[in-house]
């Protein structure tokens, strides 16, 4: 899509026991202009905090390295450098 100077969108990028993280995937996209789509935000509704397999395997509690999800449900960071991470790439850290 780049060839041809069209829009790119990347919406699977984050599982973070996998190595897939916001400090490994966004610098790569902000260079090559991709927007980013992230399935989780809050821990709840969708229960992204959970691996691929949480379809077919049952789990019981918060499991130690969350795949998606930025933020707990009270509003506050699973992991704060990754939020620090992110205002950086996006330019709101420097504008406030």
Same mark, same amino acid.
């Given at each position: 899509?780049?060839?041809?100077?069209? #829009?790119? &969108?990347? @919406?699977?990028?984050?599982?973070? #026991? $996998?190595?897939? @993280?916001?400090?490994?995937?966004? #610098?790569?996209?902000?260079?090559?202009?991709?927007?980013? +789509? $992230?399935?989780?935000?809050?821990?709840?509704?969708?229960? @992204? +905090?959970?691996?691929?397999?949480?379809?077919?395997?049952?789990?019981?509690?918060?499991?130690?390295?969350? &795949?998606?999800? +930025?933020?707990?449900?009270?509003?506050? #960071?699973?992991?704060?450098?990754?939020?620090? &991470? +992110?205002?950086?790439?996006?330019?709101?850290? $420097?504008?406030?």
């Amino acid at each position: 899509m780049k060839r041809y100077n069209k #829009p790119m &969108f990347c @919406t699977e990028y984050m599982a973070r #026991p $996998n190595g897939s @993280t916001f400090q490994s995937s966004l #610098p790569v996209a902000k260079e090559n202009k991709v927007a980013m +789509i $992230n399935w989780g935000f809050v821990d709840g509704k969708s229960q @992204t +905090i959970y691996p691929w397999d949480s379809w077919t395997k049952k789990y019981t509690s918060e499991p130690p390295l969350w &795949f998606h999800d +930025i933020f707990r449900k009270d509003g506050t #960071p699973y992991k704060q450098e990754e939020v620090d &991470f +992110i205002k950086t790439m996006t330019g709101v850290a $420097n504008s406030q």
